[in-house]
């Protein structure tokens, strides 16, 4: 079984300050890993994505993550964040079996404020 | 490309209605998903295609009735639906070389 934490739900920034939004995770198996963005009314856009190659992703828009197996983490960073960046951010697992069903984080809320 | 698009973007209907939901992606994928989401929660799965055959239904009322008449298309047919069933409808599709699923923008239903 599979299960993904995300430890905020809500995120609070200033334009221009980092951003940290926590994921931790739980697999039986080596697991693929993604961060989605979903802006207001919008389907979810595929920021990054981890598949067991190295372990600091870079996605779009100057988001990254690292892997950290020993921690079970897969946290997302971003040096300077936009107010576009406002929107919910789901941590998302796939056991690369099967139909790659996910599994979902609750989500967590990014807030830019100027 | 990686475009999977929805028709329409809002859908209202009544609870006797019958109404169909669409789904389009022409990136050669061969599985397809159909989600619910409700506001500020995640996606919730109701079914999945693999190579236009229904692999997955995660126990969802017979009142949605996917079909997938096509690799790139799949619909959601709604018939009878409750209030509760207002929700974001995502579709999505994955390639074989991957797990990661791209999703379309939607549709938002409303039934009155």
């Known amino acids: 079984a599979q299960s993904v934490t995300q430890l905020d739900s809500h995120v609070s920034v200033s334009e221009g300050t980092p951003v940290l939004l926590r994921c931790n995770y739980s697999s039986s198996y080596s697991p693929s890993l993604f961060w989605y963005v979903q802006h207001p009314n919008k389907g979810l856009q595929l920021l990054l994505k981890y598949t067991s190659a190295a372990t600091l992703v870079k996605g779009i828009n100057g988001f990254e993550a690292e892997f950290k197996k020993s921690e079970t983490s897969f946290h997302l960073t971003k040096p300077s964040a936009h107010m576009s960046d406002a929107a919910e951010y789901f941590c998302?697992?796939?056991?690369?079996?099967?139909?790659?069903?996910?599994?979902f984080g609750k989500g967590t809320m990014l807030l830019v404020s100027p | 490309d990686t475009e999977v698009t929805q028709t329409p973007k809002h859908l209202v209907m009544g609870m006797t209605n019958k109404k169909s939901l669409k789904c389009e992606q022409h990136?050669?994928?061969?599985?397809m998903y159909w989600y619910k989401q409700k506001a500020k929660k995640p996606p919730e799965l109701m079914f999945v295609y693999s190579y236009e055959k229904l692999s997955i239904n995660e126990s969802v009322p017979s009142r949605f009735s996917p079909e997938c008449p096509n690799s790139s298309l799949l619909n959601l047919h709604l018939h009878a639906l409750q209030p509760e069933d207002s929700a974001l409808y995502l579709c999505?599709?994955?390639?074989?070389?991957?797990?990661?699923?791209?999703f379309g923008p939607g549709t938002r239903l409303t039934v009155t």
């Open positions: 999505a599709s994955k390639g074989q070389g991957g797990s990661e699923q791209y």
């Open positions: 998302v697992v796939s056991e690369n079996s099967g139909y790659s069903t996910l599994t």
């Open positions: 990136m050669g994928h061969r599985a």
